[in-house]
């Protein structure tokens, strides 16, 4: 059932290109975006006038990237917010707001609330959601059901890489109804879509570097990932997937709140992990790593193929291909899953089912 991988995160780690590219295809006709099976036409579009994603864990991480990407294609207000606390504060909510409810199973309880409030307050509601049937798929106005088939680790990978697409197509779509994009941005958006499965498999093809690398980090204390705009978002799910499986206290930070605080808990030979796949940011985020390095931090870098003078950074890079700045996440998080696994194994931990967690959180 593992598929010859001793793992079933390993597995679905390499499922990965087949998830994002079967999710794309199930809303691509002729080369364009077709949401008609999800019910979503251009008028409704028309009329969105803000978005709401709620989510929990690294389903909220796909909402934190998807609304760098989304505010800037379409130039409506989005809001992320944690289900747990969305659902506790009276949140104030526009009539003409769709609210995207992100869920894996489709059962956890924070987010299912979440989006029965919203019902009950008359606001259109839509699930990306991967368990066929599931809570929230019923209850939902609208359903984009991601295709990465069953997830079995309780860490997920491919039901995360499924989910940044259908928000991508989702930001795409509603760009291009909205007129914020020109058509041929929207074809150039949607051919770039079409190259990230063969760009993921070059980075699985590549495990082995990372493999190395994460058995020389095994003993570590902590872990800092810093990024800025969409790298932080993508620094956001690196710590968790590192905290969860190896046992690592970790720490995302947006690069720029480091000397606000969080830059006195750097010590000698602490790794700290920059992420650097937004080019608009790059420079700033490489003088942030700098500043860790003179404080005597252990750098990894991540970064695009090409940005090769952050080796004079960085003590260790590890390269990704090119894509749109906006797609960057769908890449960007593969090494990211591959160092927690890696470590997670290299620790001798049970990679699928970490301690104190489960698959599906039915419990508030
Ligand atoms: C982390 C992880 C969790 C889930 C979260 C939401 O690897 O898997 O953080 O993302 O529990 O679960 P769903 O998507 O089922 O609502």
Not at 206 to 218: N, P
Not at 256 to 268: R, V
Request: hydrophobic content about 40%; aromatic content about 8%.
């Amino acid at each position: 059932e593992k598929a010859g991988f001793e793992h079933f995160m390993m597995k679905e780690i390499h499922e990965q290109p087949k998830a994002v590219r079967d999710t794309l295809n199930s809303v691509l006709k002729d080369g364009q975006i077709d949401l008609s099976e999800i019910g979503l036409s251009d008028e409704e579009i028309q009329e969105i006038s803000q978005v709401y994603i709620i989510a929990c864990g690294s389903a909220y991480h796909v909402g934190m990237a998807s609304q760098y990407v989304f505010e800037d294609m379409v130039r409506v207000p989005v809001r992320v917010e944690l289900a747990s606390e969305f659902r506790y504060r009276n949140p104030i909510l526009d009539q003409k707001a769709l609210a995207v409810i992100i869920s894996q199973s489709g059962e956890t309880a924070d987010s299912l609330a979440a989006l029965r409030l919203c019902k009950n307050e008359g606001i259109r509601t839509m699930g990306i959601v991967n368990v066929v049937g599931s809570s929230i798929a019923r209850e939902a106005d609208n359903v984009f059901y991601t295709l990465a088939g069953p997830e079995i680790s309780v860490a997920t990978t491919k039901a995360y890489s499924t989910q940044l697409i259908a928000a991508y197509v989702l930001a795409i779509q509603f760009a291009k109804v909205k007129g914020t994009i020109s058509e041929e941005q929207y074809c150039t958006y949607i051919k770039e879509l079409e190259t990230l499965p063969d760009k993921i498999q070059r980075i699985i093809d590549d495990k082995e570097r990372l493999q190395w690398f994460a058995s020389k980090q095994a003993n570590s204390k902590d872990v800092f990932f810093i990024g800025r705009g969409i790298d932080y978002a993508i620094s956001m799910e690196g710590s968790l997937k590192m905290k969860e499986i190896s046992y690592i206290h970790s720490e995302a930070y947006a690069a720029g709140e480091l000397k606000h605080g969080t830059i006195s808990l750097i010590e000698d030979g602490t790794l700290v992990i920059g992420v650097l796949t937004q080019p608009a940011l790059y420079e700033k985020t490489v003088s942030n790593m700098v500043e860790c390095k003179s404080r005597g931090a252990y750098l990894m870098g991540l970064t695009t193929f090409g940005n090769y003078n952050i080796e004079d950074t960085a003590d260790f890079t590890v390269y990704i291909p090119k894509t749109d700045p906006h797609f960057a996440t769908s890449l960007a998080v593969i090494p990211l899953q591959l160092l927690g696994y890696f470590v997670s194994v290299a620790k001798g931990l049970d990679v699928d089912k970490p301690r104190n967690l489960a698959k599906s959180v039915t419990v508030e």
